[in-house]
């Protein structure tokens, strides 16, 4: 009986246990993306900055 319950238990508690893992890394792959689009950004709004802005100040 004991042997039943836990092969039991194992096999209820696992298929929630995967789901919550795909869930959680898909999750983790959305805000990663989110913060490397925005920091390239944040650069490539730098760069631009740059280019429009004169280079030497006129006085």
Do not use: H
């Amino acid at each position: 009986m004991p042997q039943e319950f836990w092969t039991n238990a194992i096999y209820s508690v696992t298929p929630t246990i995967l789901v919550g893992l795909v869930f959680w890394f898909i999750l983790r792959a959305i805000l990663k993306a989110d913060s490397t689009e925005r920091k390239v950004r944040a650069q490539i709004e730098a760069e631009e900055r740059a280019k429009l802005e004169p280079s030497e100040p006129k006085a």
